[in-house]
């Protein structure tokens, strides 16, 4: 109880030092503990404000501030912002590409009617706003292999469409009312300690627990089906780093980045060297196959890597040792 009545007193009190005072919605889902862990370490733990609609685990909600903020709530997040001085806002809160098609209209909700609510607040009260876009704000008509920054965007899902509107709003309250906004199009990411919600390249990540836990695998996608992946570790790199770069380095306000590509075949392979046994079989979901194979295979991040000078550190074989290192192989 102490340690509570002290979380949500620091919620409330101001930073001196000048680093900036941080909130992150949708704080609960596969990246923002991360995050907040690594912006804690920079800016002191009590200026990075976790947020989300759902009540945190024990630890999470005792490793720094927590509040409820609810993003199709204007007020709310509006007092939460003039509340505790926010200058900065990472805005996690979204549906991902395969729960977004089962219910579009909550996708609908969050990422567009959400996104605007977030746009006006960050907008009114001179804030620095970091939305992540995805490689699913490309489609069947884009140049796949590689997918530059430029081209064709015909998304066909509501999330692919929610999140090109994401990268033109936030762009142009840029060029109009000079919002400092900024947008790193995410790769699938793998992580070990937080589980995704609902996206495609969700099996990238199931497969290293199933590995441990049944030596069994069924892989939704086909064998080869080839998509841009990254670790946790170089996404939350990729994204504070483009938040401390000076702005006259952002030649564009929305880069891809990338780290790696591969097939669940090729991942199989590299984490059948850890868990021999390992069984994998593949039944195909249609929806999400479909998604897949409207995204790119490969990412091209050229502009991110001259710009501010992005460079991710893990390959495949890091990714799968290090997610072994995590989870411990010998767990089984
Ligand atoms: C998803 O699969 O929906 C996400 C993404 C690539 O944006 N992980």
Redesign the pocket.
């Known amino acids: 109880r102490q340690v509570a009545s002290d979380a949500s007193f620091h919620s409330v009190t101001f930073s001196e030092s000048g680093h900036p005072r941080v909130l992150i919605t949708g704080g609960l889902g ?1 990246l923002g503990v991360g995050l907040a862990k690594l912006l804690r370490k920079r800016f002191g733990k009590n200026n990075v404000i976790l947020s989300d609609i759902r009540k945190p685990a024990d630890n999470v909600f005792y490793s720094g501030p927590f509040i409820f903020a609810d993003i199709l709530d204007y007020k709310n997040l509006r007092e939460i912002v003039v509340n505790n001085r926010i200058t900065w806002l990472f805005h996690y809160s979204a549906l ?5 098609e089962a219910n579009v209209p909550l996708a609908r909700a969050v990422n567009i009617t959400g996104l605007h609510n977030v746009l006006d607040i960050a907008a009114e009260h001179n804030l620095r706003l970091f939305v ?5 704000a490309f489609g069947p008509t884009s140049p796949r292999d590689p997918t530059p920054d430029i081209c064709i965007q015909r998304p066909r ?1 509501i ?1 692919g469409v929610s ?1 090109v509107h994401a990268e033109l709003m936030g762009e142009y309250y840029h060029y109009r009312y000079g919002l400092d906004f900024r947008c790193l199009r ?4 793998i992580s070990a300690d937080s589980q ?1 919600g ?5 099996y990238a990540v199931k497969i290293f627990h199933d590995a441990i836990k049944s030596g069994k695998f069924k892989c939704y996608l086909r064998p080869d089906t080839r ?2 992946m990254m670790y946790i570790d170089d996404c939350l790199k990729a994204t504070l780093e483009v938040m401390e770069a000076p702005a006259e380095a952002l030649t564009m306000r929305t880069y891809n980045i990338n780290a790696m590509s591969f097939t669940p075949e090729e991942l199989a392979q590299e984490v059948q060297k850890y868990v021999p046994e390992l069984q994998v079989t593949y039944n195909v979901d249609q929806v ?1 196959q479909a ?2 194979d409207s ?1 790119p295979m490969n990412f091209d991040d050229s502009n991110a890597r001259r710009d501010w000078g992005w460079k991710h550190d893990y390959d495949l074989p890091e990714l799968v040792t290090t997610m072994f290192s995590y989870l411990g192989s010998d767990s089984r």
Do not use: C
Request: a positive charge.
């Open positions: 596969q991902l590409s395969a729960v977004g992540p876009s995805t490689i699913g899902t999330y999140k995410y790769p699938g990411i995704p609902g996206g495609t390249t969700d998509l841009p999400r998604i897949a995204w």
